[in-house]
């Protein structure tokens, strides 16, 4: 338990950065505006369960689609440290508070998958259990998602509360911190290559 503790902070800050929530909470404003209270605490619901449920799921069957591809941690370190960098860069210059039309599935699709877990999540979730291990990483996905839930229901006021400059800059500051995560995976899986 006291060795779940001392890995608890390097398992649970590179998935905070990964989910991004100050991405995704503009993105939820813009997509949710014109929907009822009531259907967006269902929105916000199915969002995390699709998102917990994709993260269990990939979890499960990841490591055994690795053994059949002959695919090794390292490899998969360095794909995604280099899917993360990617998707880092694209933070950086893109414009991440595009206007979305709202859909009755907005829970699942776009809001769960990929927006709260896309690849950077699994990406992480899967170096993080081969580094950590399962039981730490779980915990901090978990803890992840209660966070995403706290900030969804609070979405309107966090945002007046930091201002979308605030956002966009936090966002932008979460992406330079997922590019670095990004460069870290890719050194791992360098060193377990050569080691």
């Known amino acids: ?21 100050f991405l995704v909470l503009p993105i939820f404003i813009s997509i949710t505006s014109t929907i009822p209270h009531q259907r967006r605490k269902t929105i916000i619901r199915h969002s995390v369960i699709t998102a917990l449920m994709v993260s269990l799921a990939f979890i499960a069957v990841g490591e055994a689609v690795f053994r059949v591809l002959g695919i090794t941690v390292e490899d998969f370190k360095i794909a995604g440290g280099l899917v993360l960098l990617v998707l880092a860069i694209i933070e950086l210059i893109g414009d991440s508070m595009e206007r979305r039309r709202p859909q009755e599935t907005a829970g699942i699709v776009p809001l769960g998958v990929p927006l709260i877990v896309g690849p950077a999540v699994l990406t992480t979730l899967i170096v993080l259990i081969g580094h950590y291990g399962i039981v730490p990483t779980l915990i901090s996905l978990i803890l992840n ?3 995403v839930l706290i900030a969804l229901v609070n979405a309107e006021r966090i945002i007046k ?9 936090i966002s932008k500051v979460m992406a330079i911190l997922l590019a670095s995560i990004a460069i870290m995976m890719i050194r791992l899986g360098i060193e377990g290559l050569i080691k």
Request: proline residues 6%; glycine residues 6%; without cysteine.
């Open 161 to 169: 509360l930091i201002g979308k400059n605030g956002i966009i800059a």
């Open 145 to 147: 998602l209660a966070i």
């Open 1 to 21: 338990m006291l060795n779940v503790l001392k890995v608890l902070p390097m398992t649970f800050i590179p998935l905070f950065v990964a989910i991004d929530i």
